[in-house]
């Protein structure tokens, strides 16, 4: 594991975690050994992919370049075991999906390169109800879930967007908050989120390089900076 290069690392909900690169391995911390329990036999495993796992322990594995979505579902006990084969696959086309999101009633939405939002009701579907409205300007960097149906969204584009994924609609837009791509937010409860964020550029001039901002989403106010 020293050589390995870590592209993404994600928790399990079985206590174990995922790394994905070229390949995606899950890896159990209680294990004194570095090898991974399981590399999960992905096609194509020339090309980088991100590893996404879902509440069940459903991992959703995205390649670059969008040649394709993986599914592989949990055995019976919940957990992945060594030897298994992809239980579905989605051709994308050139549509890369950079970032998963789920919510309780089990619809998933995912960020794409296109700064588009996809919604799926289940993932053995071919073409999802996408939101066209006020899509990101370049790929989208991070998803979070939010009270009654809502979505965060951050972008390349340094903007955050609330959308409506009932409505399929961008409700409203954050601006101004970053001078560089946004990969760093939390929830904090109902209707407020918190982002830390560095700025690459000013990091090596050691000026103001980095900052805390609090929103209230609902009210649409900037609370804290």
Same mark, same amino acid.
């Given at each position: ?14 206590? !174990? ?74 051709? !994308? ?8 999101e ?38 989208i ?50 209707? !407020? ?26 009210k649409?106010?900037?609370?804290? !900076?």
């Amino acid at each position: 594991m020293e050589e390995e290069i870590i592209l993404f690392l994600k928790p399990i909900n079985d206590g !174990r975690f995922i790394i994905s690169n070229e390949f995606c391995s899950i890896y159990n911390p209680k294990n004194k050994i570095k090898i991974p329990e399981v590399i999960l036999p992905t096609i194509n495993e020339d090309v980088s992919k991100l590893a996404f796992p879902m509440a069940d322990n459903t991992i959703i594995i995205s390649h670059f370049g969008g040649q394709y979505l993986e599914i592989f579902y949990p055995d019976i006990q919940g957990i992945h075991v060594p030897h298994i084969k992809p239980d579905y696959i989605i051709e !994308r086309n050139g549509i890369f999906v950079s970032f998963v999101e789920e919510f309780p009633n089990k619809i998933y939405c995912m960020g794409t390169n296109k700064g588009t939002i996809e919604i799926w009701s289940t993932l053995e579907k071919q073409i999802p109800d996408i939101i066209l409205d006020n899509p990101h300007k370049g790929h989208i960097t991070l998803l979070i879930a939010l009270k009654d149906n809502y979505l965060a969204s951050g972008g390349i584009d340094s903007n955050v967007k609330i959308w409506d994924i009932e409505n399929k609609i961008c409700k409203f837009v954050l601006k101004d908050i970053f001078t560089t791509d946004v990969s760093h937010i939390i929830c904090i409860d109902d209707f !407020r989120l918190l982002a830390f964020y560095i700025d690459e550029e000013m990091y090596y001039h050691n000026d103001n390089n980095y900052g805390i901002i609090l929103w209230d989403y609902q009210k649409k106010l900037k609370v804290l !900076r």
